[in-house]
């Protein structure tokens, strides 16, 4: 299975099990979820930060229900 198809299986779990925040489409959490990770890997090389799974979690919260 392509990764692409495997997210969005994943986040069908996600919006079946009310992870996922009501008003993210489960096509565009898919595509947010490569520019986070991405995003957040980059800053915490600009901020110097050495626990880059933190930055992950900032930035994956802002996708999840109730986290933010």
């Not at 925040?21 to 595509?31: F, G, L, Q, S």
């Not at 947010?32 to 919260?61: C, N, P, W």
Request: aromatic residues 12%; negative net charge.
């Amino acid at each position: 299975m392509p990764k692409s198809r495997a997210c969005l299986s994943c986040f069908g779990n996600a919006r079946e099990d009310g992870v996922l925040r009501e008003e993210v489409d489960v096509e565009t959490a898919v595509k947010a979820l490569f520019t986070i990770f991405y995003g957040a890997f980059q800053s915490a090389h600009l901020y110097g930060e050495k626990d880059v799974m933190r930055f992950y979690e900032v930035h994956l919260a802002l996708l999840e229900s109730g986290r933010t």
